[in-house]
């Protein structure tokens, strides 16, 4: 009786996994699969950007500070590291557009499951730098070459959020998020003054309370993330890009397995349609 009842819990509980990740990542988005989407993808690029540090010796997921790097180094005449600089910029350019080259495919062809390509690739290039690349790669090329992949992952993860959420989270980079949350924090703080003031027949100023909450979960999410993969990374190194990998695997293996049935269906029908012929 017991191992039925565990048998049951058990399918039960895929049942649900399976429901909760695939609407998750679905094209029809909502406020709360925004932000369920956005705290996942924040904290793993909060781990990813905070850990690499550690291996690459640089944040990769922000070009502000990237572009700023690559002038700096121009004026002090450090060629191969306005090389470097160039690259990691490229590689972020390539991974955002790349993520729209996917979204636009599978919107194409998988109305429902358009965004889960770019993010199973990110998945991929997580695993393949924590088992392949990052641990095998010589000292002399950790940067040349560690910097523009991570570069790339990020650029993918970002574009394909801003995709997603309409361009109201970014995942990525905190100074959107900071910037949107003083704002919200100087209205809810101009809004407590009016309470103590006379009625005025000017427009009446109200914070976006849930938008704050949102950004102030966005946030804890990206330093907990930042805390989770400096840990990792500085503890095991970069093979504690395979615990990110399998996040964001967990989180579209249901799609894509979606995907993959899809594919075959058409495949049989295909055949059919040849045999008739």
């Given at each position: 009786m017991t191992e039925l009842l565990t048998h049951r819990d058990g399918r039960r509980f895929g049942r649900n996994y399976r429901h909760a990740v695939r609407r998750i990542v679905a094209a029809e988005r909502d406020g709360t699969t925004d932000a369920q989407l956005g705290l996942v993808l924040t904290f793993v690029a909060g781990a990813v950007n905070a850990g690499g540090f550690f291996y690459v010796g640089q944040y990769t997921s922000h070009m502000s500070g990237i572009v700023a790097a690559i002038a700096d180094h121009v004026v002090l005449g450090l060629g191969s590291l306005v090389m470097i600089g160039i690259g990691a910029l490229a590689a972020f350019t390539f991974g955002a557009a790349v993520?729209?080259?996917?979204?636009n495919w599978g919107r194409r062809h998988y109305v429902s499951t358009q965004y889960v390509l770019p993010i199973a690739l990110e998945s991929a290039l997580l695993l393949v730098f924590g088992m392949l690349v990052g641990p095998t790669l010589?000292?002399?090329?950790?940067q040349p070459l560690g910097i523009p992949l991570l570069c790339f992952i990020m650029g993918l993860q970002n574009a394909t959020v801003t995709k997603i959420s309409g361009a109201r989270i970014r995942t990525t980079h905190v100074t959107g998020m900071v910037t949107d949350f003083g704002i919200e924090i100087g209205k809810f703080a101009y809004e407590l003054v009016l309470r103590f003031r006379p009625a005025s027949d000017g427009p009446a100023i109200a914070a976006d309370r849930p938008k704050l909450a949102l950004l102030a979960s966005l946030l804890g999410a990206f330093v907990a993330?930042?805390?989770t993969g400096a840990l990792g990374f500085s503890r095991i190194g970069?093979?504690?890009a395979v615990v990110m990998a399998?996040?964001?695997a967990a989180l579209v293996a249901p799609s894509l397995g979606d995907i993959l049935r899809h594919r075959r269906l058409l495949a049989r029908r295909r055949q059919r349609r040849l045999h008739r012929d």
């Open positions: 993520s729209a080259i996917l979204i010589p000292t002399a090329l950790i993330g930042g805390i970069p093979v504690f399998l996040v964001l």
